[in-house]
């Protein structure tokens, strides 16, 4: 009975540390700026693809997913998953990037934050994102020694419009767009590594991907709302090292945001690495069925190996 009793407990205790590995925390610990309570609700649904599409983001979380502290290399990733700033393919470009990172000892953690056209969010819809991204990786700096992660190494990785998210995040880390709520927000935004697959850059025409745009600034934006998330203007020499991927016949992202990004990274001297497939088309995530492309995130691993 008493070996019963023991085993009981090591089986419960061995599930607690497994469903410890992923852990979904709130971003904001007291009020969410720039948000009121609206009877507006958060849906999660399915894609006829099966990809889980989430709209209408009430409450920004951080799902955190940590590799075993033996293959550990004290990288993280901070993941924002695409979706044109309308919703969020939160495991096709979110919870899968981060299993696959773990498979080589990189945490990752997905972000859901909120969108521009929820009806909760009371002013500058245009902010609301990069709010949700400076709080993210200050929130994964404050946990680095609890999630066995170097706060030396914490970077972000974004795919399409979550590209936008992770490049306005990466040239716009210093401004201050929230007041303080905790210790945490001490700590400087800056990522110490980008990572940006089919990303939207700017949002001026012709290359820009126009729902993104629309979502941030709306029908007729001023110049000047056009040119502050246009972020291959806000590039400098302190910008981090970046990891660039696209498809050249993408039809939804063009590739001008790409190579355009790369120019002012370059003109800056800040470390790039660019791929740019021949095929691919837009929102391949892992690319897993297509022979031709489905070794990228190799090549992001040895990116990440040579930062060091």
Sequence with gaps: MKKHKKLTLLLILFSMGMSAQDTIISLWPKSIPNQVESPEKEVVEHTEDGIIWITNVQIPTLEVYLPAKRNANG?????????????????????????????????????????????????????VPLQDAQRAIRLVKSKAADWNISESKIGIMGFSAGGHLASTLGTHYNEKVYKKQDEADDLSARPDFMALIYPVITLGVPSTHTGSRVSLVGEDPTVEEVDYLSNQKH????????FLLHAMDDETVPVENTTMFFDALRAHKVPTTMHIYPTGGHGFSLALHDEKLKNWINLLFDWLGNLD
């Excluded at 590039?235 to 970046?242: G, M």
């Design 75 to 127: 990288k993280a990733v901070v993941i924002f998953p695409g979706g044109g700033y309308h919703g969020l393919a939160y495991d096709w470009e979110g919870t899968e990037i981060a299993k696959a990172l773990n498979a080589k000892g990189v945490a990752g953690i997905v972000v859901k934050y909120r969108l521009p056209w929820s009806k909760s969010i009371t002013e500058g819809k245009n902010v």
């Design 235 to 242: 590039v400098d020499d302190k910008t981090p090292p970046t």
